[in-house]
């Protein structure tokens, strides 16, 4: 099966930005619809963002406006921008191959890594 790794976390200030990569191991991505998916302490794993396999985008209504999900083919990663970072983004942010995209929101994998997390102070 696809590995994938998340990388690209960090501490950042509020309003700040953060570019999040899922990159696949010995795959390119381009056949396989992706979503991203973050934790915050304390609270149940949510969808936030799916890119299918023609490269359209979908958005959990909870981002309000602030996330980007593309592909970078070559490189076999997708990325997650996430702009005008606010302390509620707070979370681990995990990647997955959607078995389907129904309703706006990727369907995942049951298989998670490790994520990587994202702290945002005020």
């Known amino acids: 099966q696809v590995q994938l790794v998340e990388s690209g976390g960090g501490l950042v200030q509020a309003g700040g930005s953060l570019r999040l990569s899922c990159a696949a191991s010995?795959?390119?991505?381009?056949?396989?619809?992706i979503g991203w998916f973050r934790q915050a302490p304390g609270k149940e794993r949510e969808f936030a963002a799916a890119?299918?396999?023609?490269?359209?985008?979908y958005y959990a209504d909870s981002v309000k406006g602030r996330l980007a999900i593309s592909r970078d083919n070559a490189k076999t990663t997708v990325y997650l921008q996430i702009n005008s970072l606010k302390p509620e983004d707070t979370a681990v942010y995990y990647c997955?191959?959607?078995?389907?995209?129904?309703?706006?929101?990727?369907?995942?994998?049951?298989?998670w890594g490790q994520g990587t997390r994202v702290t945002v102070s005020s």
């Open positions: 997955a191959r959607c078995r389907y995209i129904a309703r706006s929101t990727c369907a995942a994998e049951n298989s």
């Open positions: 010995g795959r390119t991505l381009s056949t396989y619809s």
């Open positions: 890119i299918d396999r023609d490269d359209f985008t």
